[in-house]
């Protein structure tokens, strides 16, 4: 019913910089929270950084002053700019969003997009 597609996501060298999207389609009302987490083979997923349709973004401290979360609501899209990307940041990204449906509020998943630096 609702489809998160997450193109992006690559090989970059330590120091670097990469730039996911996420758009969120189908019989949508309207996207909510909408976010990033990242998983490394073996842990737990953890949370990167949520967005709600108005109000400030959470950011996880380990990514704090590198990392940027921003969207474009109109167009149910969230984007994540990565900079001074480190090798402790390989891992696969997944984009997150909370939607409204005829159906009601429930939240989604994007397929997941690799991400590795290098040293």
């Known amino acids: 019913q609702v489809q998160l597609v997450e193109p992006g996501g690559g090989l970059v060298q330590a120091g670097g910089s990469l730039r996911l999207s996420c758009a969120a389609s189908?019989?949508?009302?309207?996207?909510?929270?909408m976010g990033w987490y990242r998983q490394a083979p073996g842990k737990q997923r953890e949370l990167v950084a949520v967005t709600p349709r108005i109000g400030s973004t959470n950011n996880a401290d380990s990514v704090k002053g590198r990392f940027t979360t921003s969207r474009d609501s109109a167009k149910n899209t969230v984007y994540l700019q990565m900079n001074n990307l480190e090798p402790e940041d390989t891992m696969v990204y997944y984009c997150n969003a909370v939607c409204e449906t005829t159906r009601g509020v429930n939240p989604y998943w994007g397929q997941g997009t690799q991400v590795t630096v290098s040293s």
């Open positions: 189908g019989r949508l009302v309207r996207t909510n929270l």
